[in-house]
């Protein structure tokens, strides 16, 4: 039973890190897809990281053009102190730091994956319930998903009403998750098991 509840507070720590990096994550492609910065969740999302981000802020300098690395820097260590920390408590001790770095490695590109899975699927609902929608977080959606869309758009432009664009990033995600993904969660051993949600 005590090993039971022990595990389920792993699996929970787990989580919850996983979810503040899906939060690192996010800031991340914001910044990257230059995202509206003054949009109420955008601030939102920079209040919840900036105490963990502020310390890589300093040694790795403000953002340079779309790609905030002390973001990315902030969610790499996040994982990979969560990662040994809870394989310490859970009794396996120190994993290879090979390992732990391909973990650390898999469990950021598996979270942005995701963020674009989700966004994906409410810019989808969206087109359908509300396509002119202006609500701040219909906006923000729109803006994280556009630079990843208008590449496939140009080469399979909307049939008329049908835009073929979302089910084309699908199919690849999928294949990024699939293979690179998987593959670096089976490289990275015990470490692996961590590495999602």
Known sequence: MGSQLGNAGLLLVNTLVNIYLFLLMLRFLLQASRADYYNPLSQSVVK???????????????????????????GFVVKLIAIVAIL???????????????????????????????ALIVMIILSW????????AAILVMQLVEPIMAPVR????????????????????????????????????VVG???GL
């Open 88 to 118: 310490q408590l859970a009794g396996y001790g120190m994993a290879p730091i090979t390992n732990l770095a391909i973990g650390g490695v898999a469990a950021l590109a598996n979270a942005i994956l995701k963020i674009y899975f989700f």
């Open 154 to 189: 140009r080469v399979i432009p909307p049939l008329g009403m049908i835009d073929l664009s979302p089910i084309v990033v699908f199919i690849a995600i999928n294949l990024i998750d699939g293979v690179v993904v998987g593959s670096l969660t089976r490289a990275a051993g």
């Open 48 to 74: 919840i990281t900036q105490p963990v981000v502020r310390p890589f802020q300093s040694f790795l300098g403000p953002v340079m053009g779309r790609f905030d690395l002390a973001t990315l820097a902030a």
């Open 193 to 195: 098991v961590l590495v």
């Open 129 to 136: 319930v509300s396509p002119r929608a202006s609500h701040p």
